[in-house]
């Protein structure tokens, strides 16, 4: 790629809500990479419904995401996701409107009195797949100017971005399946691989059997720690809601310290392109990301 | 072709017990299986190794284990569809989630445990017909989804869940009270739901979807959940934290067209679970501190009114 790429901008609710840093780390990050942003045409997107509102009536859902698709299709624009929950659940229901013409017929008969049609030529991409596969990494290399040596980065990709493989284009394009890595070798870290990075945060039976949600983030954070890792980079703002915001139950819970700083993917490559540490609203987590911050300056 | 199993060895009958990793390097068929290799072992190399098989054809269910992390059917899986950027080498080990006998071979009795709770026969009420029950074709076509399921256990081997809670009764058993639930023949429905929605039950699924990814025959475990779910609240069950964070989700999406997340905890808790309520304070007063309190006049999407309308239309055909 040369010159800026420009997509229909779908921030989902937790990066304008609970996780605002999420936000504005992509804006910072994106601007240095020539990655527009078309927002204004987007400002009408609903909530995907998160796997949630599919549990209730899958329709409802697809329905709702293909009016997304069809506003999306409107600015002309591709569409661009920094959460990995709405990725995920974006492409289940791309997959199930694009390969039924009569199902999409029937929902676009339900979107037609706002003078909508999806027309079935969304791409939903995470930001993570577009560095990887439009942006490049050579240019996101290029834009490094505080290469992150010795840290060691353990990639928590979550569940969404990951399953089901068959619906989210893995056999097309198999580099998808260590993009965070990539990523972080890029930045200048060092990897540091553990078992449980394409399992569940916990987050989801959070209010249900929140025991078993804390135990889940003791064990990714303790076997990330102990595979060495200074931070934790996640794709998605629920799971860092869950591995971030909840360290501290889990940490009470396990009787054991944790102390792992949770990093949004924009915030990681930010921190490698020498933006403030507060434009990346690394300031906004529940566990203190200053070590990290400090270290990386020491490096320098 | 070479390849190397990597292969999790376990004998309760040694000296000392412990898990340990073995190689074996092997010559093997581009066309050859996991199972091919590890019977190959067993064969021809090390006469130890303990592994269940049977039918060799994806039928019998009993070959699940875990490869490169993952579980499938050694028998259904080509070593050669699982080499990536060259490597020679996959780690088998025993499936997850059950106690280990020895090598490759675990103890199923916690997997028939959970089906034998969910009751897996029809319980019928009133009269028997005459001659056979009769349901409609396009009802067992659905349940045929379900019933493709071998019981191999893989779905319970990587279920998230089942990892940090025993108590849960995993994907295969609940797909398996999903294909009695939703039996035309079968008239239990509201009381076996009335036991699912308890602790352990389907609420407590992540939906992770690992169940999914990993059958080997396209049961959809987590989809049967989900239906499940869907049914206990159309029976009446709303008064558990996952009905009340469904149906709380689904009002302020329909009202605003995206999630109040500060509303969501309190709708699924309920404002007069006091103790729930004070238990959120200490992260609410960090997460104000920090920046990071959502809204508390949560706005909606301009053209949120679509978004009703939506809700209203899809709803009505239900």
Known sequence: ?300 | MEVTLNVRRYDPDSAKPAPYYQEYDLEIDETHTVLDGLIKVREEVDGTLALRCSCRSAVCGSCAMRVNGHAVLACKTKVRDLLHRGSTKLTVEPAGNMPIIKDLVVEFNVFWDKIRAVEPWLQPQGVPPQQEYIAPNEDMLHLAGVMACIMCGACVSDCTVLEVDKHFLGPAALAKAYRFVADPRDDAEKSRLGKLVQYGGVWDCTRCMQCVQVCPKGVDPMGRIMALRDRAIENGYHNSNGARHAETFARSIKHSGTLDELRLPIGTFGIWNVKEMLKLIPLGLKAQMRGKRPPIFHKAIPGAENVRRIFEKVESKR
């Open chain 1, 1 to 300: 790629m040369t010159g800026s790429v420009k997509y229909a901008f779908y921030p989902g609710c937790v990066s304008r809500g609970a996780c605002p840093e999420l936000y504005s780390a992509t804006i910072e990050v994106c601007a240095r990479l020539g990655i527009e942003l078309e927002t204004k045409g987007m400002q009408s997107a609903s909530c995907t419904g998160a796997g949630v509102l599919q549990e209730k009536n899958r329709r409802l859902g697809d329905t709702l995401n293909a009016r997304n698709f069809a506003l999306a299709e409107r600015t002309g624009l591709p569409l661009m996701t920094i959460c990995s929950t709405c990725q995920g659940v974006m492409a289940q229901a791309n997959d199930r409107l694009t390969k039924d013409p009569d199902y999409l017929k029937s929902i676009n008969a339900d979107l037609a009195p706002e003078g909508l049609e999806y027309k079935g030529t969304a791409n939903p991409k995470h930001l993570l797949w577009i560095l990887l596969e439009e942006v490049g990494l050579n240019r996101v290399r290029a834009r490094v100017t505080r290469p992150l040596k010795g840290l060691k980065i353990a990639p928590f990709y979550g569940c969404y971005i990951v399953r089901p493989s068959s619906v989210l284009g893995y056999q097309e394009h198999p580099e998808r399946s260590d993009a965070l890595e990539q990523v972080i070798q890029v930045v200048g870290a060092e990897v540091a691989d553990f078992p449980g990075k394409t399992a569940c945060c916990g987050f989801p039976i959070l209010t249900i059997n929140e025991k078993a949600s804390m135990k889940m983030v003791s064990n990714h954070t303790l076997s990330a720690k102990d595979a060495g890792a200074t931070a934790m980079v996640t794709p998605c703002p629920l799971c860092h809601l869950n591995l971030d915001g909840y360290q501290p139950t889990a940490a009470a819970q396990a009787r054991k310290p944790i102390d792992l700083s949770i990093l949004h993917l924009p915030q990681l490559i930010g921190l490698a392109m020498g933006i403030d540490a507060k434009a990346l609203g690394l300031n906004k987590h529940i566990m203190s990301t200053q070590k990290l911050v400090s270290q990386v300056a020491v490096a320098q």
